[in-house]
Structure formats: structure tokens, C-alpha cells
């Protein structure tokens, strides 16, 4: 769960609609590390260390599959650009091989956002958990996005995690349709331990674990009860409070959010004792910061 979201002043006032915003303002979150009266020291763009003040409404941003307006999304080209862009969170999608490695990947299959179909012909129709670690590695990620990231390749787990690390940033991590993947959540949960994202400093503010799966969802509070997670999607109001022993955020389409929806959230506590949090996503590149606050949403995955 993210606390309260704070800001930096902009980089540019000429952030008018929210897609400008996404980009243009440098955007950071009190989750990171508190400090005394309400500041906060955060790692952002070059790795300078800020302080902030803590209260403000402005919407937080988590950049979704990365920077994925500026370059290939869930790509490690994609970490670098929201770094640049002083994001400090991003979120990504995490599916499993035909061989066990984790990578980073948003569809189901390979052949919208790789040349898969060129490299592997008879293999359609692409899917991830067909392939090795190997195969995959082998395909171009980048170019249909731009001829400069032409040889961008899919990252696992392992090197995306790596490059969040160098980069001190946040990552809100979806477990992307687990129901393929029996066990992925306890496999997710043990390649964090290894890299260290288990570590206090992590689970107080640069990791939260979200997915459409409930059970999954679950099943994460389960096996890691001191990690924060996410239901993605708007459940019918008779669900929340059973969400919210297990759930510290709440993650609907913007479109879905309406404020009796949003208030009856914001007054269950979540998994960890605070206030449940909704993180809305498909915003609309024509949508103000006005309106996004309008909906008492505390952040967007853009």
C-alpha cells in the first residue's frame, strides 16, 4: 500500500491535460521513506536525494509498464524513461516461460509487441508459456515501438528488478493471468527474496503486488503477509471489507470509479491497518489533474 501522495514541483507548467502531467512533472510518493515533520527523503532523477512535503493532492503516478509512451513498454528502455522522467514508480506484468523463468511481459502472447511471428513462423499463436527463457530472448521487443530501439529485448524478472534497484525506484508488480501459471505466486515471492525486495525497506515502500485474481491476491497474503498488494478492477461494494483483510489498494478502471464506490473504499482498512487506496487506471490522455482529483482517487497507472 502507498501512504499519502506527495509532489515535487513540476519540471514544466505546461502540464495542462493528464497525459502531459504523466511526463512533464516530476512525481514522487511519501511511501519511499518518512522522515520527522512530515518530510520525506526520495531517490529521483540522477539519484538525488530531495525532501518533500508531505499532504498535497496532486495524483500520484505510477508509470504504467514503465515510461510505455516514450519506449517500448515492460522493456528496461522503458524503467530508464520514466527514471529520466523523474517517475519513481512503475508498474509491470510478470508471466513464466515454458521453462520456469519469470519475464516481463504484458500480453499472454509474444507477437504484438515482439517480431515472435517473424523469428518463430509455425508457432503461433505466440504464447509466453510456450516458449523458453532462451527463444525469447532471441526476439526484438523494441523495434515495432521505434527503429532506435530496434534489439530492445523482453527482460526477465531478475534483470527488470536489477535495474529498478540502480534506478531507486518503486514497482507495483501484476501476477498477469496466474491461472496459467500454477505456483507463480510463491515463485514471485521467492525471486524478490532473492534479489532482496523482501528486506524492510522494500515492503515499508517499493513493492506492492497486484492481479485480477483474488484468490492470487490471497494467496500473496498468505505466504508474505507483511507484503502490500492490490486487487485490480472494481468489486461490487459487498465484497470490500472481506478484500480488505488481505488487500491494502483497490485498482478500478478510472471510467468505474464513481465516488459512493470511492467512499465506501476509503473507509475500510486495509491488510495493514491503513485506509484502502485506489490506484485507478485507463485515465484517457485528454483527462485533467482536476478531474483525475475530482474522483478521490489517491494515484494513476499511466
Not at 16 to 37: D, H, I, K, M, Q
Amino acid at each position: 500500500m502507498l501512504r499519502r501522495p506527495a509532489r515535487i514541483r513540476h519540471t514544466s507548467r505546461a502540464a495542462a491535460g493528464l497525459g502531459a502531467f504523466l511526463v512533464t512533472a516530476t512525481v514522487a510518493s511519501s511511501a519511499l521513506a518518512s522522515g520527522p515533520g512530515g518530510q520525506t527523503a526520495l531517490a529521483t532523477r540522477g539519484g538525488t536525494v530531495v525532501s518533500i512535503r508531505a499532504g498535497h493532492r496532486t495524483p500520484f503516478v505510477i508509470a504504467h509498464r514503465g515510461a510505455s509512451r516514450y519506449a517500448p513498454e515492460n522493456t528496461l528502455a522503458a524503467v530508464d524513461a520514466a527514471h529520466a522522467r523523474g517517475l519513481v514508480w512503475v508498474e509491470n506484468d510478470v508471466q513464466r516461460t515454458k521453462d520456469g523463468r519469470l519475464i516481463v511481459m504484458h500480453d499472454t502472447t509474444l507477437n504484438r509487441t515482439t517480431d515472435a511471428a517473424k523469428v518463430f513462423p509455425h508457432r503461433a499463436p505466440w504464447r509466453v508459456r510456450d516458449f523458453t527463457a532462451a527463444e525469447i530472448a532471441r526476439l526484438d521487443a523494441g523495434r515495432w515501438f521505434g527503429k532506435r530501439f530496434a534489439g530492445t529485448r523482453v527482460p526477465t524478472l531478475d534483470a527488470y528488478l536489477r535495474r529498478l534497484d540502480r534506478n531507486h525506484q518503486g514497482l507495483l508488480l501484476e501476477l498477469k493471468a496466474p491461472e496459467q501459471y500454477p505456483g507463480i505466486e510463491a515463485q514471485t515471492l521467492r525471486e524478490l527474496r532473492a534479489h532482496g525486495w523482501l528486506d524492510r525497506a522494500h515492503l515499508r515502500g517499493r513493492l506492492v503486488i497486484q492481479s485480477f485474481c483474488v484468490r492470487c491476491v490471497r494467496r500473496v497474503h498468505t505466504l508474505m503477509p507483511r507484503v502490500r498488494t492490490g486487487i485490480l478492477g472494481r468489486p461490487p461494494l459487498s465484497r470490500l471489507r472481506r478484500y480488505a483483510r488481505f488487500a491494502d489498494q483497490i485498482n478500478p478502471r478510472m471510467s468505474e470509479v464513481s465516488s459512493r464506490w470511492a467512499r465506501a473504499v476509503h473507509r475500510l482498512r486495509g491488510a495493514h491497518g491503513r485506509r484502502l487506496e485506489i490506484y485507478a487506471w485507463d485515465v484517457g490522455t485528454d483527462a485533467s489533474v482536476r478531474a483525475v482529483r475530482a474522483r478521490a482517487v489517491e494515484g494513476v497507472i499511466d
